[in-house]
């Protein structure tokens, strides 16, 4: 088969969360989710309330993805980390979510990586730092593993890749696990629209090409994305299906 023939996983991320800009509703998450899934994506990230503490929080994204799998119990749905500093303080959602029976996928970016942000003077003096050590990511795999769970791992810089890889040729990943390669654009996350000294590679074909040759043989899908960015509006979303990838869409 053709690459470009290969069906197309569409990703879809909701709820943006930008400085200054309203939270959405539970109800909001359920009904944008599955307007997403019914216009045919068939992954749906979310986000949640950050200002609630750790049992709201957990209960809100199981209310989230409960509703959702009512309507399509198939898709594949996953909120991002809560509020914490170690790895598992972020991720205290997992079990209770496995617990309530709504886990169907989890998060994970190994490696750390800088995300800048600008000074008065224009100049990237100041960043916030996201990601986990490969300790941590070889903890979040572990628990994936024990409960057969497929992990969305997040590439940020090419250096992950090295970690993924070693991880795939290991048979690490759980069946339907997927490579989720972030490109950057030009705005920062969070805030609307302010130009941003961002992570990692270009949504460009050639900087496509560098990530497919460093997992060349690993027999996993890929999908891209554009962070501080429109991937639709960029050359990339189209190269990216003709080598056979997937796209996320969204915020």
Same mark, same amino acid.
């Given at each position: 088969?053709?690459?470009?023939?290969?069906?197309?996983?569409?990703?879809?991320?909701?709820?943006?969360?930008?400085?200054?800009?309203?939270?959405? #509703?539970?109800?909001?998450?359920?009904?944008?989710?599955? #307007?997403?899934? +019914?216009?045919?994506?068939?992954?749906?990230?979310?986000?949640?309330?950050? !200002? =609630?503490? %750790? #049992?709201?929080?957990?209960?809100?994204?199981?209310?989230?993805?409960?509703?959702?799998?009512?309507?399509?119990?198939?898709?594949?749905?996953? &909120?991002?980390?809560? *509020? &914490?500093?170690?790895? @598992? #303080? =972020?991720?205290?959602? $997992?079990?209770?979510?496995?617990?309530?029976?709504?886990?169907?996928?989890?998060? $994970?970016?190994?490696?750390?990586?800088?995300?800048?942000?600008?000074?008065?003077?224009?100049?990237?003096?100041?960043?916030?730092?996201?990601?986990?050590?490969?300790?941590?990511?070889?903890?979040?795999?572990?628990?994936?593993?024990?409960?057969?769970?497929?992990?969305?791992?997040?590439?940020?810089?090419?250096?992950?890749? *090295? @970690?993924? !890889? +070693?991880?795939?040729?290991?048979?690490?990943?759980? =069946?339907?696990?997927?490579?989720?390669?972030?490109?950057?654009?030009?705005?920062?996350? &969070?805030?609307?629209?302010?130009? +941003?000294?961002?992570?990692?590679?270009?949504?460009?074909?050639?900087?496509?090409?560098?990530?497919?040759?460093?997992?060349? &043989?690993?027999?996993?899908?890929?999908?891209?994305?554009?962070?501080?960015?429109? $991937?639709?509006?960029?050359?990339?979303? %189209?190269?990216?299906?003709?080598?056979?990838?997937?796209? %996320?869409?969204?915020?």
């Amino acid at each position: 088969m053709n690459p470009s023939e290969k069906p197309l996983v569409i990703e879809a991320a909701i709820t943006p969360l930008r400085r200054g800009a309203p939270i959405k #509703e539970v109800a909001e998450n359920i009904h944008e989710g599955k #307007e997403c899934l +019914a216009a045919g994506a068939g992954i749906v990230h979310h986000h949640h309330d950050f !200002r =609630k503490d %750790r #049992e709201g929080a957990i209960q809100e994204m199981i209310d989230i993805e409960a509703a959702i799998l009512e309507a399509y119990p198939h898709a594949l749905l996953y &909120g991002d980390y809560i *509020r &914490g500093t170690a790895i @598992w #303080e =972020k991720n205290a959602h $997992l079990q209770p979510m496995q617990d309530a029976g709504v886990l169907r996928m989890l998060a $994970l970016d190994p490696g750390l990586t800088l995300f800048g942000r600008m000074d008065e003077n224009g100049l990237p003096s100041d960043s916030v730092t996201g990601g986990a050590t490969f300790a941590e990511a070889h903890s979040v795999v572990e628990f994936a593993r024990k409960h057969d769970k497929p992990v969305s791992v997040g590439v940020y810089e090419p250096g992950n890749l *090295r @970690w993924i !890889r +070693a991880y795939a040729q290991a048979g690490m990943f759980p =069946k339907g696990s997927i490579i989720k390669l972030y490109f950057a654009g030009p705005y920062s996350m &969070g805030f609307d629209k302010v130009r +941003a000294v961002n992570f990692g590679l270009d949504p460009t074909p050639a900087s496509l090409d560098v990530y497919l040759s460093m997992i060349e &043989g690993v027999d996993m899908p890929f999908i891209v994305s554009c962070q501080g960015g429109v $991937l639709l509006e960029t050359p990339l979303a %189209r190269y990216a299906l003709e080598r056979g990838g997937h796209l %996320r869409v969204g915020i």
